[in-house]
């Protein structure tokens, strides 16, 4: 299975904007259209945020926004909040074997 | 609504089997497929496949063939994780995880697996 790298850490302060990307290896463009993203606060199970690329499911706020280019799919967070502290992890489910990306750890200043 | 709850941490030793249970409510349990996924210590998770909760087939994902099982008890709405042969690499937390709306959007609270002799 082709991994998804993303970036180790991001931070900001609040009411900024950040972006994470999560870069494939596959040369299959169908890898990117099916990206979604998890939050994960520590102890606690991922919570999806982002799904087909940028839609959210019900409840989640619109602070959450996805998008992708070529081979990267991206989670810009606006507006960052103290509770946006956490782990976030895309996921591609264009195949028959979800795969999930390295991980980013959200740092809020 | 609708609740993934999973049984709680186990302590095992190297060589023997544990079995993680997941019991489903507030929805049809049969109608959606139930997935399993493994987050070891400090990294991602990994998806380890999934049943087909109507007709039981499971499908496991490569590294999860041989020492890992899937099963129902369709009666209790319940999907099971069966590990065979612990090793303390199988040291994680395992989620049971379904799709109802959209992908894996419920996941259950997790379960530890700690391995040591």
């Known amino acids: 299975q082709s991994a998804l790298t993303q970036p180790a850490s991001v931070s900001g302060s609040p009411g900024q904007s950040i972006t994470i990307s999560c870069t494939g290896t596959?040369?299959?463009?169908?890898?990117?259209?099916?990206v979604s993203w998890y939050r994960q606060h520590p102890g606690k199970a991922p919570q999806l945020i982002v799904y087909?690329?940028?839609k959210r499911p019900s409840g989640v706020s619109n602070r959450f926004s996805g998008s992708k280019s070529g081979h990267t799919a991206s989670l810009t967070i606006s507006g960052l909040q103290a509770a946006d502290e956490a782990d976030y992890y895309c996921?591609?489910?264009?195949?028959?074997?979800?795969?999930f990306g390295t991980g980013t750890k959200v740092t809020v200043l | 609504q609708v609740q993934l709850v999973q049984s709680g941490s186990e302590l095992k030793k190297p060589g023997a089997s544990v079995k993680l249970s997941c019991k489903a409510s507030?929805?049809?349990?049969?109608?959606?497929?139930m997935n399993w996924v493994r987050q070891a210590p400090g990294q991602g998770p990994e998806w380890m496949g999934w049943?087909?909760?109507?007709?039981?087939?499971?499908t496991y994902a490569q590294g999860f063939k041989g020492r890992f099982v899937f099963s129902l008890d369709t009666s209790v709405s319940t999907a099971n994780l069966q590990i065979n042969s612990l090793q303390t690499e199988d040291t994680a937390v395992y989620y049971c995880?379904?799709?109802?709306?959209?992908?894996?959007?419920?996941w259950g609270q997790g379960t530890l697996v700690t391995v040591s002799s």
């Open positions: 995880v379904t799709k109802i709306n959209y992908d894996l959007d419920y």
């Open positions: 087909e690329v940028n």
């Open positions: 596959s040369t299959d463009p169908g890898t990117y259209i099916l």
């Open positions: 507030g929805y049809t349990f049969t109608t959606y497929p």
């Open positions: 049943i087909n909760t109507n007709s039981g087939n499971p």
């Open positions: 996921c591609s489910f264009a195949t028959t074997t979800p795969v």
